[in-house]
């Protein structure tokens, strides 16, 4: 039987000619992540593991994140123990608050992933790589300490669900209304331990961006990764940011899948994911009437130089409504300078909105933008739980920055083609 | 590896924000972070819970962020393992890694009601209802994982394996 193209990427790090769905394997890693909220302890396992170093300073990443700059007293000694820990290892990819970025924004912009790689992070959205065609997945403190001293990891090899994309969105729809549609068809368990492997000609009309935050949102269905083909759009990606050469794997053509689910993207709404859970989703023209407090464009998910310049196309000649406040979070140094040096700081700030270093920030209820009870934000992140945002009684909608700035305009979940 | 005690029961989705919030995550103590364990789901949860305690959720219980410290939260709090009809991969994965007794058994989590007393045989996967008087049967894991448990988690197994033990 065939191999799915995890299936195939798996089984070459584990050194096999072919593994198959519920088979444990052994892989060798190209990439190790952490951060600050989930390194400490990974640090703290790895020193009673009695090893002498790293198996390889270069092939770990350490990407203060979350709570920085530090949030508080508590986050800056998190941040101190992480930082200590990179400077004696001699980590290579340590990258300081002025160097760092969101870290699944940053490690791709800096060449540290391309196709073909297995990736480890620490965070639950480390599946994003996944848009390079690369296998990445999010594992807890302790996987990354074991990582971190063998530069193994084990895995039970998991079976997927095809994606067959067709054709084309229709603007203003992007990458987040399609992966929000997908997740609101299957559950928010709906690729459980499953690969969500895209495919189809539709491939061709998503930029990298969109398929970043597609994969990003992979976990957001219970998958164990997301990805999509190595095609022209991501080789140009890889070679413009990576002196490493990337691999290329495809699924065989007789490879077996639990589910194929064929997506017509000219059919896909603008979307909207009501609280509290990514699967609550429902077209933007039915979410009539929802006033809101804030708005976060940002995230790992949606933090890119593409979303900045969609949410800039909206606050273009504007103003947002009086009271809302509009957050804006470049997701990495680069993007920051990008946007100002296009202009869109000055869009962005004419119309009234903020724009902050990158952070992880609000996303998790960290700190940049907290909700107090009864609050509602329209937010370009990936969950909506109680209390992500703030406060258990404040709610979260997730939606696209074409969506998320045309609500901080009117101050309801407004879809950008309803503006004057 | 038994546990004895009542239960408390959840939904589905159970997630790792509920377990425990973001803004507890600045520590990795154990036992601030158990102190707020529950904390935006049941607020009593932790002024009651008692030593051997256990958790039944529903479908895909932990799903959301990759958060040790949502297992670690649990277990500190003295809950002695958790019962659900499907895990976030996540979650199970760093629950072993941690020590964290956990189990699938779907017929268990529709018997088991609040407040139930409940006798948990980790080893067979046997599930006593003492208050009904029911048992449920789960598929118990595989030794090796549950070596793992059994040592206090990944760290210590991995130690005591190199050690010869």
């Known amino acids: ?420 | 590896m038994k546990t004895n005690g009542k239960v408390y029961k959840y939904g589905n989705h159970v997630d790792t924000d509920v377990i425990i919030p973001a803004r507890f995550l600045n520590t990795s103590d154990p036992g601030e972070l158990a102190s707020h364990c529950m904390e935006d789901i049941d607020k009593e949860y932790i002024k009651t819970v008692e030593k051997g305690d256990v958790i039944v959720g529903g479908e895909n219980f932990g799903c959301g962020s990759s958060r040790e410290h949502a297992p670690i939260a649990i277990k500190v709090s003295g809950a002695g393992c958790v019962i659900a009809k499907s895990f976030a991969r996540i979650f199970f994965r760093n629950s072993i890694n941690i020590g964290l007794p956990i189990l699938e058994c779907s017929e268990a989590v529709d018997g088991l009601e609040a407040g139930d007393k409940v006798e948990v045989d980790f080893s067979t996967g046997e599930i006593k209802n003492l208050t009904k008087n029911t048992v449920y049967k789960a598929q118990p894991f595989p030794d090796f994982l549950q070596r793992i448990i059994q040592a206090d988690g990944l760290i210590n197994y991995a130690k005591a394996t190199r050690e010869g033990k």
């Open chain 1, 1 to 420: 039987m065939g191999m799915t193209m995890t299936q195939k990427i798996l089984a070459d790090h584990a050194g096999m000619d072919s593994v198959s769905a519920g088979e444990f394997v052994n892989c060798k890693l190209d990439l190790v992540l952490g951060n600050d909220v989930t390194s400490p302890m990974a640090i703290s396992e790895f020193n009673k593991m009695g090893v002498k170093g790293v198996f390889d300073k270069d092939k770990i990443a350490i990407v203060p994140d979350h709570f920085t700059p530090n949030k508080d007293i508590k986050a800056a000694e998190q941040c101190k123990i992480v930082r200590d820990f990179a400077g004696e290892q001699e980590i290579t990819n340590y990258f300081e608050v002025g160097e760092m970025g969101i870290e699944h924004a940053l490690l791709p912009e800096k060449g540290l992933v391309v196709s073909g790689d297995v990736v480890i992070g620490a965070d639950s959205h480390t599946c994003t790589y996944g848009a390079l065609g690369a296998f990445s997945t999010g594992v807890g403190s302790t996987d990354l300490a074991a990582a971190m001293a063998t530069g193994m990891v084990w895995f039970k090899v998991p079976s997927a669900i095809k994606f067959v994309l067709k054709g084309k969105p229709v603007k203003p729809v992007t990458g987040k209304d399609i992966i929000l549609h997908i997740i609101g068809m299957i559950g928010v368990d709906g690729a459980l331990y499953r690969s969500m492997e895209f495919t189809g000609d539709g491939i061709a009309s998503l930029s990298i961006d969109d398929r970043f935050t597609m994969a990003n949102m992979a976990i957001e269905a219970g998958a164990k990764n997301g990805i999509f083909p190595v095609d022209d759009v991501v080789l140009d990606y890889v070679k413009e940011h990576s002196s490493k050469a990337p691999n290329v794997y495809e699924a065989d053509a007789d490879a077996e899948y639990d589910r194929v689910i064929e997506v017509d993207l000219a059919e896909v709404p603008l979307t909207v994911a009501y609280p509290h859970l990514p699967d609550n989703t429902r077209p933007v023209s039915e979410a009539g009437g929802v006033s809101i407090d804030q708005v976060v464009i940002g995230s790992c998910t949606n933090g890119h130089i593409t979303d900045l310049r969609q949410a800039a196309e909206v606050f273009k000649n504007r103003k947002i409504k009086k009271g809302i406040r509009a957050i804006i979070i470049p997701a990495t140094q680069k993007i920051y300078l990008q946007a100002m040096h296009e202009g869109l700081f000055d869009i962005f700030v004419g119309a009234g909105c903020i724009v902050s270093t990158p952070t992880c920030g609000p996303c998790l209820g960290g700190h940049m933008g907290i909700l107090a009870a009864g609050e509602r934000a329209v937010a370009t992140t990936n969950r909506n739980f109680v209390g992500r945002m703030g406060h258990p009684e404040s709610e979260v909608y997730l939606a696209s920055p074409y969506v998320a700035a045309a609500s901080a305009v009117t101050g309801f979940i407004t879809s950008p083609e309803d503006l004057d």
